[in-house]
């Protein structure tokens, strides 16, 4: 066992060091889509993302992101997606999927009066083996959509210290 200072000290890691072993914050990966997506009506449809602005461990490929050997633990993710002319009383669901399996979903109900953009976002925090993959979907119901590419994203980070 080694002891790094005591209770109250302060450690200073200059810029350009690279943290790895347990306390590294990875894998990480921030995607986004790179041109627009047809959402049907009542449809799950998978949300393309395929434009990777990070990806530590590459990790994410082909639209899902798969927790790689040794990288077991807690995982956050967060996710944006935005309908262009969303026709009112329509309904959103985005959901996160593990291995195939809805496992984390949020709704939303258009009430504006009018047919107009809407953002639909989540976040949410998920125990994950290595091999397990996650899929981002959304449906809808009250009309078919279009994606807004500048504002669909998906990201996701082992969290350390839990």
Same mark, same amino acid.
């Given at each position: 066992?080694?002891? $790094?200072?005591? +209770?109250?000290?302060? %450690? ?8 790895? =072993? ?12 790179? +041109? ?12 393309? $993302? ?14 899902? %992101? ?6 077991? =633990?807690?995982?956050? %993710? &967060?996710? &944006? ?10 309904? %959103?669901?985005?959901? $996160? ?7 984390? #979903?949020?709704? &939303? ?18 125990? $994950?083996?290595?091999?397990? @993959? ?5 449906? #809808? ?9 500048? @504002?669909?994203?998906? +990201?996701? @980070? ?5």
């Amino acid at each position: 066992t080694v002891t $790094l200072g005591s +209770s109250g000290d302060t %450690f200073t890691v200059p810029s350009g060091v690279t943290v790895a =072993g347990s306390m590294a914050n990875t894998p990480a990966f921030f995607v986004t889509a790179s +041109s627009s997506q047809s959402i049907g009506n009542v449809s799950a449809t998978k949300v393309t $993302l395929d434009s990777e602005t990070y990806d530590t461990d590459s990790a994410f490929a082909s639209n899902k %992101f798969t927790v790689p050997s040794g990288k077991a =633990g807690l995982y956050a %993710f &967060n996710w &944006n997606i935005r309908l262009q002319s969303v026709a009112d009383g329509a309904t %959103f669901i985005t959901s $996160l999927f593990k291995n195939g399996i809805e496992v984390e #979903t949020t709704r &939303n109900r258009d009430q504006l009066g009018a047919a107009t953009d809407f953002f639909h976002n989540g976040a949410v925090t998920l125990s $994950l083996a290595a091999g397990d @993959y996650i899929e981002f979907y959304i449906i #809808t119901s009250g009309g078919a959509t279009t994606t807004n590419q500048s @504002y669909v994203y998906l +990201s996701g @980070y082992k969290l350390i210290g839990v």
